[in-house]
C-alpha cells in the first residue's frame, strides 16, 4: 500500500511503471529459477538432484520471459 501511495505521489505515468515490471519480471524470473535449481543441486543434499525437472523449469521460464521482453523492447 505504501508503495503505491509513493509511486502515484510521484506523478509517474502508470503504463511505464507497469512496463518497468513487467521487464524486470522478465530478467528476474530466470535468475531466481536458476538459483533455485542450483540450490536444490547442492552436494550436502545427498543423492536426489532434481535436474531434468529443474532444467525443464529453467527452460520454461526462459520462454515466459523471452517473449515479453521481446514485445516490451520491440
Known sequence: MSIGVVVSSLALKPLSVIWFAQVAN????PII?????????????????????????????????GRPLYLAFN
Do not use: E
Open 33 to 65: 529459477t536458476l538459483c533455485s535449481l542450483l540450490a536444490v543441486n547442492a552436494p550436502n543434499l545427498g543423492q536426489y538432484r532434481h535436474n531434468l525437472l529443474g532444467l525443464a523449469v529453467f527452460a520454461v521460464t526462459l520462454m515466459l520471459s
Open 26 to 29: 522478465g530478467i528476474l524470473l
